[in-house]
């Protein structure tokens, strides 16, 4: 087990994440248990048994038949790991920096939207314990809190993204922008694929979209000058008369969150602007680029780092592995731009993976608004502080103490073929 004597804890920056093992395993005898198994499937059933049913449903629906959502577990398992033995691991450290910011390990929270279905405290769970596990977090515009309240919640531990859907009302768009700037937001993420939701049967079957019933607009949008302003001019509806309250949702969601309405390249340099502008430089970056010909127009028009992900499945059905497209990307443009991944992170080994690949940086979106659902607060502290120290031992075990050792060769890759899931109840 993990010695609490172990000397890599005085020679690292970050805790000895792989420690939390041992502390579960010696609770029985204190009479501590954790909240729930974080075996990603049995945490799965379990944000199934407590979550309502709209809070389930949004939270696992995939697009169409699910197929990205398959595709993009079943690349992970095509990588495997190379361990190295007998490699000095004491002095191992998964700290690293995203934009010039310190974080405890290449991990972060992903832009997730309205929190409040999975659990009253919202937003401000995973931002509080983003912020005290040094990690980064990134807040969704379709959050259910405010802007600034989730700053507030987030503290000044880590730095922390605000991920923008593009209204077409410029000036709700610069309100988000400037809120999010103000409020210590170190990076501005555009989401490119989801100008309206994919096609998801469950939520169809249900009407099961929240800004529509009793969520309405949540905080972020009622606490949005702009969006008011659009409101009063507007004369139709009243933000603080409950007989309203759907519609205001619907208002907010329709007009300047999922609205449909796309925009293309020649109009990014306008948002690219203004967010530096209104930051003082900070960086920006697109979230959502799955082509190499979409990679290099990033770099070609300046932006400053790429996501690579398919929203995890939840947007184009029958899509490219994200895992795929971040070989093909990296291959291309990995010199040239920041490049993180998010979509189908599962475990330590997913994130070894992907950063083996070529990624600098991951995302982890289900793992968390599960244990948000299941347990709250203290659930989402419990299945992050077990991702790291999963990744962690694994480090340890697998013989690779220092990130920058974790390259490709760290993988024997079988060849790209037809994988198919062994069963529709995949995390």
């Known amino acids: 087990m993990s010695n609490p004597e172990n000397p890599n804890i005085s020679q690292r920056s970050t805790p000895q994440w792989a420690l939390y093992q041992r502390e579960l395993f010696w609770a029985p005898n204190e009479g501590k248990h954790p909240p729930f198994n974080t075996d990603p499937d049995k945490l799965r059933a379990t944000a199934k048994e407590r979550l309502s049913l709209s809070g389930w449903h949004y939270a696992s629906c995939n697009a169409g038949l699910s197929w990205t959502h398959y595709a993009n577990r079943q690349a992970f398992y095509r990588h495997q790991i190379i361990p190295r033995m007998l490699v000095d691991t004491d002095k ?75 209204s077409h009302d410029d000036a709700v768009a610069l309100s988000m922008l400037k809120r999010a700037a103000d409020n210590g937001f170190s990076a501005c993420l555009l989401t490119t694929d989801t100008w309206q939701l994919g096609w998801r049967h469950d939520d169809a079957a249900h009407g099961n ?57 020649d109009r990014l340099p306008w948002l690219m ?111 992050m502080k077990s991702l790291l120290a999963d990744f962690d031992i694994l480090m340890n075990v697998a013989g690779y103490p220092d990130l920058k050792e974790i390259g490709r060769d760290a993988l024997d890759s079988m060849p790209k073929g037809a994988y198919f899931p062994s069963t529709l109840e995949m995390a």
């Open 92 to 166: 191992r450290d998964t700290a690293t920096t995203i934009f010039g910011h310190r974080v405890s390990a290449p991990i972060g929270f992903a832009p997730i939207g309205i929190n409040r279905i999975y659990h009253a405290t919202g937003e401000l769970s995973p931002a509080k314990v983003a912020g005290e596990l040094g990690l980064l977090y990134c807040l969704s515009s379709a959050g259910s809190y405010s802007i600034e309240d989730v700053a507030r919640a987030n503290g000044d531990g880590s730095p922390r993204f605000y991920q923008l859907y593009w």
């Open 209 to 265: 979209y929240a800004f529509y019933h009793e969520h309405g607009a949540g905080d972020l949008g009622l606490n949005d000058p702009a969006f008011l302003d659009s409101l009063k001019e507007a004369k139709k509806l009243d933000p603080e008369d409950p007989k309203d309250k759907y519609r205001v949702g619907a208002d907010w969601i329709d007009r300047h969150i999922w609205h449909g309405q796309s925009f293309s390249w």
């Open 273 to 383: 602007e203004n967010w530096k502008r209104l930051s003082g430089g900070k960086p920006f970056a697109l979230k959502g680029i799955q082509s190499v010909a979409d990679a290099k127009k990033a770099v070609e028009m300046g932006v400053d780092g790429i996501v690579v992900s398919n929203h995890a499945g939840r947007q184009v059905d029958g899509a490219i592995a994200s895992l795929d497209a971040l070989e093909k990307i990296v291959d291309a443009v990995g010199d040239k731009i920041y490049i993180m991944y998010d979509s189908g992170i599962r475990g330590g080994a997913d994130v070894f993976k992907a950063l083996a690949l070529g990624a600098k940086f991951v995302f982890v979106g289900r793992l968390w608004v599960y244990a948000l659902g299941s347990g709250g607060e203290e659930g989402v502290r419990h299945v």
